[in-house]
């Protein structure tokens, strides 16, 4: 297999491996807001009653699930890249630009989830709350730190060792060049 050739692809696989639960857990998250969302309306339009606090839910389980889908994106390099002006650029040359943009990615990720640290603890200093249902902020960015913290690991592992490194999809279709 061509991940033995290369040091990092043991741990990156690891990274993407705990990036997959990520995603599955934001899929269910999802789910649960979907949901709660079609109870709410059923109960809404039907009922005539409602679920005290569902915008609320829906907006802190959206934020969350979107952090949790980060490491994904990143690890199965899901995001978006313009190469207009790379076009002709050798494969090396390509590589070298990828890894340079995994390494920027790694620092921002790594600046999001310093500060997202900081501000739970603030929101956890000052008892801050969501309006109806009272739920504790800080709560939501707990659960973002992780992956932003994930996101960055795996961006530097592709600095390092190459976006390919780990990505057991990418193993398994000969795509490894490190």
């Not at 290369?6 to 990274?15: H, M």
């Not at 992956?147 to 795996?154: C, G, M, N, R, Y």
Request: some cysteine; proline content about 3%.
């Amino acid at each position: 297999m061509a991940a033995n050739h290369c040091p990092g692809a043991a741990v990156l696989k690891f990274l993407h491996d705990l990036a997959k639960l990520f995603a599955i857990l934001a899929g269910l998250l999802l789910t649960l807001i979907t949901l709660m969302t079609c109870a709410s309306l059923i109960g809404r339009n039907l009922l005539d009653t409602t679920l005290v606090g569902d915008f609320e839910l829906t907006g802190v389980a959206t934020g969350a699930a979107i952090a949790l889908f980060m490491p994904y994106c990143q690890a199965k390099r899901g995001n978006i890249i313009v190469d207009f002006f790379t076009t002709k650029l050798s494969p090396q040359d390509h590589a070298r630009l990828d890894r340079f943009g995994a390494l920027l990615l790694a620092l921002l990720f790594g600046l999001l989830a310093w500060r997202t640290l900081l501000g739970g603890l603030n929101s956890y200093n000052t008892h801050s709350e969501t309006q109806i249902l009272g739920f504790p902020e800080w709560t939501v960015y707990a659960a973002m730190v992780p992956p932003f913290v994930l996101t960055a690991l795996i961006g530097l592992g592709q600095t390092l060792f190459g976006l390919e490194a780990g990505d057991t999809d990418a193993i398994d279709a000969g795509e490894v060049h490190v």
